[in-house]
């Protein structure tokens, strides 16, 4: 059974920091490309970074470029993002989901963690 | 980057009753890169259809996808109590730049 387990969420003030960590279990974890998903307070659902199995290739959405870094350790099978200069509009449930892919492009989410909470607050 | 509009906002039906929801594409998607989910409160979105048209394992059949180019639709042919939530469709772009729809809330009536 794939499981995927986020943490790291909490209360951080603007401008700070976080680290989120995705820990899964069920897959050979290097074989998938797995992004991040957020989705703040009643709203809806905004893809944030995506990295490949390999960690080799990352991207992001424009709203977090230079203040997000997606990263992975296949090693501990552990999906990571570190959130710099936060900002109020950050304030989300952050999700990592993992990407059903072919050999050259991927197609859609097939499994999700429950989420991780961050709230940017002063 | 390509922008997914649902419609409608809010769908109030009844136990039973068929539901049609509508996602509309800026620019032509790929029906490969086409997918729906669902999302009930305090819960992580669930895949539904992917490719448009195939049902993800475990999804019943009165789920069915649609659609090509520019227009999608999900129908679920017999509205049960658990289907009532909240339904996004994604489309999966290069580079990649994926995209969500606004998300339609179906709501029992």
């Known amino acids: 059974e794939v499981q995927l387990l986020e943490s790291g969420g909490g209360l951080v003030q603007p401008g700070g920091s976080l680290r989120l960590s995705c820990a899964a279990s069920?897959?050979?974890?290097?074989?998938?490309?797995m992004s991040w998903v957020r989705q703040a307070p009643g709203k809806g659902l905004e893809w944030v970074s995506s990295i490949s199995g390999s960690g080799g290739s990352t991207y992001d959405a424009d709203s977090v470029k230079g203040r997000f870094t997606i990263s992975r350790d296949n090693s501990k099978n552990t999906l990571y993002l570190q959130m710099n200069s936060l900002r109020a509009e950050d304030t989300a449930a952050y999700y990592c989901a993992k990407a059903y892919c072919s050999s050259t492009t991927c197609y859609y989410f097939d499994y999700w963690g429950q989420g991780t909470l961050v709230t940017v607050s002063s | 980057e390509i922008v997914l509009t649902q419609s409608p906002g809010t769908l109030s039906l009844s136990p039973g009753e068929r539901a049609t929801l509508s996602c509309r594409a800026s620019q032509s998607v790929s029906s490969s890169f086409l997918a729906w989910y669902q999302q009930k409160p305090g819960q992580a979105p669930r895949l539904l259809i992917y490719?448009?048209?195939s049902r993800a394992t475990g999804i019943p059949d009165r789920f069915s996808g649609s659609g090509s180019g520019t227009d999608f639709t999900l129908t679920i042919s017999r509205l049960e109590p658990e289907d009532f939530a909240v339904y996004y469709c994604q489309q999966y772009g290069s580079s990649p730049r994926i995209t969500f729809g606004q998300g339609t809330r179906l709501d029992i009536k």
């Open positions: 490719g448009a048209s």
């Open positions: 069920g897959i050979t974890f290097s074989s998938y490309a």
